[in-house]
């Protein structure tokens, strides 16, 4: 009797190491975030053109530059923000995300609203950009550079847009849930340890 506890103690104690060498050996401890549009913009939104086929989409800075009036020239990873949402939370959501970046050089958080848009922009956050854009432009921009299929009222549409170095879009968020900031953050954690 006492053989058999001592064998099958032995065995309890050295199965989760085997496992742990075995998945040390042979998994992966990575994550990938996906590059969305790898094989370019097959069927564009209606009123948009397709991109170069076979080819990863990247965004037009040139296009961007002209919707919005002047150079945005974000310095490494961008998160846009584009809609016309100003409810607290989304505010409250967007205050989270900027204060875990605060002093990040390398991340830039790019709002564009409507003209009538009056969202408060705190001076203390400098990687926060602001841009007010006619509606026309607005569409245009959410629509054709970063693929939102947003509709045409845009009365309480909002997302977000994780744009990495390459100007490759990363992902897609919805600002109003706290998750999805939360999914944003981690995501951003994992491209910048790349």
Do not use: H
Request: charged share 25%.
């Amino acid at each position: 009797m006492k053989k058999t506890k001592s064998i099958f103690l032995f065995l309890i104690l050295i199965l989760p190491v085997l496992l742990y060498l075995f998945l040390q050996g042979f998994g992966k401890n990575q994550f990938a975030i996906p590059i969305y549009f790898q094989s370019g913009i097959v069927t564009p939104l209606e009123g948009c053109e397709s991109s170069v086929s076979g080819q990863p989409y990247q965004l037009n800075e040139a296009a961007l530059n002209v919707l919005v009036g002047e150079k945005v020239s974000p310095r490494g990873i961008t998160v846009y923000e584009l809609g016309n949402s100003d409810s607290d939370k989304l505010r409250n959501n967007m205050y989270t995300f900027l204060e875990k970046y605060k002093g990040r050089k390398d991340i830039t958080l790019v709002s564009i609203r409507a003209q009538r848009d009056t969202l408060f922009t705190p001076s203390r956050y400098d990687a926060w950009k602001r841009f007010n854009l006619p509606d026309s432009n607005l569409m245009k921009l959410g629509r054709c550079i970063l693929q939102l299929d947003l509709n045409s009222q845009m009365k309480a549409d909002s997302g977000l847009v994780l744009v990495d170095q390459n100007r490759q879009i990363r992902g897609y968020y919805d600002p109003m849930i706290l998750k999805e900031i939360d999914r944003l953050n981690t995501e951003l954690f994992i491209l910048l340890s790349d």
